[in-house]
């Protein structure tokens, strides 16, 4: 399963998807407590989980819809610069699209070298076909089970621990402690001081956990 999630996920969909299904578990925890409801461990497991469950099936369509929506987007793009009057204005409508990463990289000559060949490909290949490909159903199913993989830990506490109070402070404890590690990975990732970014990301958990609460979600 990890390694289908790495393959179709890239890591800041991952981490964004992980980041998602905890808060959401938090989130739901701490209204119940809030709320003044009688802690009851099928309950809380069952609105956490199939809280969860949806989210997973909603983000997994939005995936999809997203890649088809980019997919069209950019077919449009390819269509606009194969119809351009000129060439000039099809290589400054590339520039648009590609100088902003190229700007501290390239000089201006070398980016238009560039420019003329992603031109000269899109003439070959012309603009792609916008339908749903595999790759994205794979990518949505992928972004499904983030959230549900992160939410499992979260839930296990109401199952195997029979008082419902305790259960809810080791759910808990445990999605903090997701979050934290979640933190660190990201600092590997993007090459920061993972304790410094671990620390800021739990506590930007926390108070996306309150936010959520004071508002009713």
């Given at each position: 399963?990890?390694?289908?999630?790495?393959?179709?996920?890239?890591?800041?969909?991952?981490?964004?998807?992980?980041?998602?299904?905890?808060?959401?578990?938090?989130?739901?925890?701490?209204?119940?407590?809030?709320?003044?409801?009688?802690?009851?461990?099928?309950?809380?497991?069952?609105?956490?989980?199939?809280?969860?469950?949806?989210?997973?099936?909603?983000?997994?369509?939005?995936?999809?819809?997203?890649?088809?929506?980019?997919?069209?987007?950019?077919?449009?793009?390819?269509?606009?610069?194969?119809?351009?009057?000129?060439?000039?204005?099809?290589?400054?409508?590339?520039?648009?699209?590609?100088?902003?990463?190229?700007?501290?990289?390239?000089?201006?000559?070398?980016?238009?070298?560039?420019?003329?060949?992603?031109?000269?490909?899109?003439r070959q290949g012309g603009p792609e076909e916008v339908r749903v490909q595999r790759e994205d159903l794979l990518g949505g199913a992928a972004a499904s089970l983030v959230v549900l993989v992160a939410t499992l830990p979260i839930v296990v506490p109401y199952l195997l621990v029979p008082d419902p109070n305790l259960a809810i402070r080791?759910?808990?404890?445990?999605?903090?402690?997701?979050?934290?590690?979640?933190?660190?990975?990201?600092?590997?990732?993007?090459?920061?001081?993972?304790?410094?970014?671990?620390?800021?990301?739990?506590?930007?958990?926390?108070?996306?956990?309150?936010?959520?609460?004071?508002?009713?979600?």
């Open positions: 399963m990890l390694s289908f999630i790495r393959r179709h996920l890239d890591p800041a969909g991952r981490l964004g998807e992980a980041l998602f299904g905890l808060i959401m578990a938090l989130g739901f925890g701490a209204a119940v407590r809030l709320g003044g409801e009688e802690a009851n461990n099928r309950a809380l497991f069952i609105g956490i989980f199939g809280c969860n469950l949806a989210w997973a099936i909603v983000d997994g369509v939005t995936h999809v819809l997203g890649a088809l929506f980019e997919r069209g987007r950019k077919a449009r793009l390819v269509r606009d610069l194969l119809s351009a009057a000129t060439e000039e204005a099809a290589l400054q409508q590339i520039g648009k699209e590609l100088d902003g990463p190229l700007m501290d990289l390239t000089s201006p000559q070398e980016r238009l070298q560039l420019h003329r060949w992603v031109l000269e490909i899109l080791l759910s808990n404890l445990i999605a903090l402690t997701l979050l934290f590690l979640l933190g660190m990975r990201w600092g590997q990732i993007v090459g920061g001081r993972s304790l410094r970014i671990a620390t800021g990301l739990t506590l930007i958990g926390v108070v996306l956990v309150v936010i959520t609460v004071v508002l009713g979600g």
